[in-house]
């Protein structure tokens, strides 16, 4: 039963243009949300997270949207670059009751080329 | 600052083998988790600890051990490894609740059972 889906495994886009990689979840209880991102032979790195009390988070290039109605987030990187070039994760864990500690669960991954 | 340091970063193991995955941090975070990454999936969650001498099962505990001694170190012990078992394992530490979610990942230990 996967929890956290994301249903494109990749994504080509031209650099300078926009990046939108999209994640749905069914876990009623998940309420915070985060985006990893992930080079080869290198562990996850955190890039941007938002709650289920926004639905807008922005961190410069980056910023992710959440329709909790629709059970759905997105990542937008604008403009995006070929460093961004990478493995992004969507991630999500519940805060209910707190005793998440933190316990992420993950989507598959979709893998991000930025051409030049 | 080292971050989350793991050892080894290869290794090839028999069926039936056991071995250790080792896992430090030097950021003074009490959290800390132990990962699986099978190809084109996602990271599942072996076991976690919230701190020294308190640890927990995650989502796919089966064939797995972990103690918690220390603040710092975090070993993962796989007894009678099985070709299961090959995959990417992944080691990271966060802050306390309530400063959720940012997790801190080492580099990761690349096995193959044979």
């Known amino acids: 039963d996967q929890q956290v889906k994301q249903n494109s495994p990749s994504l080509s886009v031209q650099e300078g243009r926009i990046s939108i990689l999209n994640c749905d979840y069914t876990?009623?209880?998940?309420?915070?949300f985060l985006w990893y991102k992930k080079y080869p032979a290198e562990g996850p790195t955190f890039l941007i997270s938002?709650?289920?009390?926004?639905d807008k988070n922005e961190d410069g290039r980056f910023t992710v949207f959440l329709n909790k109605s629709a059970k759905h987030l997105s990542l937008h990187i604008v403009p995006s670059q070929p460093g961004d070039s990478a493995v992004y994760f969507c991630?999500?864990?519940?805060?209910?009751?707190?005793?998440?500690?933190?316990?992420?669960?993950f989507g598959q991954g979709t893998i991000l080329t930025v051409h030049p | 600052n080292a971050g989350v340091t793991q050892t080894p970063k290869f290794r090839i193991l028999k069926i039936g083998q056991s071995m250790t995955l080792q896992c430090t941090q030097d950021?003074?975070?009490?959290?800390m988790y132990w990962y699986r990454q099978d190809p084109g999936m996602g990271l599942k969650l072996i076991y976690y600890?919230?701190?020294?001498?308190?640890?927990d099962k995650g989502e796919v505990p089966n064939g797995y051990n972990v103690s918690r001694s220390t603040t710092e170190d975090f070993p993962l012990r796989l007894e009678l490894a099985a070709p299961s078992q090959t995959s990417v394992y992944f080691c990271?530490?966060?802050?306390?609740?309530?400063?959720?979610?940012?997790?801190?990942f080492g580099p990761g230990t690349r096995l193959t059972v044979l």
């Open positions: 990271a530490s966060s802050y306390e609740i309530p400063v959720v979610g940012e997790q801190f």
């Open positions: 876990n009623s209880m998940f309420d915070y």
């Open positions: 938002i709650s289920s009390i926004k």
């Open positions: 991630a999500a864990t519940s805060n209910a009751g707190g005793t998440s500690y933190g316990k992420l669960t």
């Open positions: 950021m003074n975070h009490n959290y």
């Open positions: 600890s919230v701190g020294a001498g308190i640890t």
